[in-house]
């Protein structure tokens, strides 16, 4: 038989399995809240230590709790994020719409654990832990420090190496034609690595995007409280925390310098969700390019080859499927989803408090991890092995038609027009197809057509 003891609060006795380190309002929300299987995020609970380690040594500072009971808070906020009780912060993500039972997990965990460790520093959940602060307060700065850790530790270097592969790419296929397309139709040529470098640059504005929206993401409501007003707060607060927090994980934390925006508004979490939508458009439009550049390999375009990294059919023998675009563009559909959520959720924000915290945090989160993670894996597995086919661009170039577009300036658009369609209606070359009109001698032609003019470096 499972062992139990007793938490009261307010509303009465609670029961509490006798292992673990929460109290009666933790266990009310696993109770009352058996929603789904989404969890609060594992970096949400990893913010909030370094939020909760910051309060306690400005309080501390500020004289509104004891330097013992700073210590014993910042000690466990410290074996949290050593990846110490992991199983203390059970709650479901369709909670609060305020954190509140999110925040209150944590207060809980820390004070027993704290006291365990340190027992004649009578810390308390509401007293000590969560001293000068609320709910609503706190809540809003963990899921802002949970984007600005995230994106700065996993999504930038995923998107670093991604930026890097593209650029070893283009260094490694300088010289190469290709006919381009637009439309899916036939267009002028252009370099390899010219189409390449677009999609470096495509990574590389998504990458000052984002910066963009990190410089909203990084001011917190701390020293807001219950309403923006700061009731119960030292006005010195604010300051003393954020410092700390740029101090503890060497991002320029700063509060947010009207504290009723802070707790009413997520627009900051919809900017950056609005950057990693746009990350994940242009990921999409990569990806897409890739395969169908990659498509065949006898009866489509194969004007590349990319690595055969497992079998792709359990009935076609030989057949081999570009995993890694497919993987991605389902994650870049996942983030736009997660895009129109948040968005959403943000415009919940009723009189003084956004109610939809929770999922904010839960889609963000699932965002950035999302795109990091593909980001990774379809570099190494996939950009990693990419090989131009050079024959086949040759090939191509050679019978595109659209090579008459250079012959604009030497017969006029309407004779260029007439040979294209000639040569297309008749199969013939484009080189026939002038030469039947009789509009340039094979000389001519020879000197004028040359796909390597037609590109400009």
Not at 223 to 244: K, M, R, W
Request: charged residues 20%; glycine residues 6%; contains cysteine.
């Amino acid at each position: 038989m499972e062992n139990f003891r007793i938490e009261k609060d307010v509303l009465g006795e609670v029961k509490v399995p006798a292992d673990k380190y929460w109290m009666s309002q933790t266990q009310r929300s696993l109770e009352n809240f058996r929603i789904g299987t989404e969890k609060m995020p594992r970096m949400i609970i990893e913010s909030f230590m370094f939020l909760k380690k910051a309060c306690a040594r400005a309080n501390a500072d500020l004289k509104k709790i004891s330097y013992k009971q700073a210590e014993a808070i910042a000690r466990v906020c410290d074996e949290v994020l050593a990846g110490q009780y992991t199983d203390q912060f059970p709650l479901s993500v369709w909670q609060t719409g305020s954190g509140t039972q999110t925040n209150m997990n944590v207060n809980e965990v820390i004070s027993m654990i704290g006291n365990e460790h340190v027992p004649d520093a009578n810390l308390s959940p509401n007293d000590i832990v969560n001293c000068s602060q609320s709910s609503n307060d706190t809540f809003p700065a963990a899921l802002h420090i949970m984007c600005a850790l995230e994106v700065m530790r996993d999504l930038k270097p995923a998107l670093h190496h991604m930026t890097e592969q593209f650029r070893r790419l283009e260094k490694e296929n300088e010289g190469i034609i290709k006919i381009g397309r637009t439309h899916l139709q036939d267009a002028t040529p252009l370099y390899f690595s010219q189409e390449l470098s677009g999609y470096r640059s495509m990574l590389e504005h998504n990458e000052a995007q984002i910066d963009q929206a990190l410089s909203f993401i990084y001011e917190l409501a701390c020293g807001a409280t219950a309403v923006g007003s700061g009731i119960n707060c030292p006005p010195e607060f604010d300051q003393a925390v954020t410092g700390l927090l740029a101090e503890y994980t060497h991002l320029p934390f700063r509060p947010d310098p009207n504290k009723f925006h802070a707790l009413t508004s997520k627009d900051a979490c919809v900017f950056l969700s609005g950057a990693l939508k746009a990350l994940a458009a242009n990921l999409m439009k990569i990806a897409n390019d890739i395969r169908l550049l990659a498509s065949g390999p006898r009866c489509n375009l194969h004007e590349i080859d990319i690595p055969a990294n497992e079998p792709g059919s359990s009935i076609m023998p030989g057949k081999v499927n570009p995993t890694q675009c497919e993987s991605m563009t389902m994650v870049c559909v996942q983030v736009m989803g997660n895009d129109a959520a948040i968005g959403f959720a943000a415009s919940q924000g009723n009189f003084e408090l956004n109610v939809f915290m929770p999922v904010i945090a839960y889609d963000l989160d699932q965002s950035i991890r999302l795109l990091s993670d593909s980001m990774l894996s379809f570099t190494d597995h996939c950009l990693n092995g990419l090989k131009a086919n050079k024959e086949q661009m040759r090939k191509f170039v050679d019978h595109s038609l659209m090579l008459v577009t250079c012959l604009n300036p030497v017969i006029g658009y309407k004779k260029a027009a007439e040979a294209a369609s000639l040569a297309n209606r008749e199969n013939l070359s484009l080189k026939e197809a002038i030469l039947q009109l009789g509009y340039l001698t094979p000389e001519q032609f020879d000197e004028y057509v040359d796909a390597e003019k037609m590109i400009n470096k």
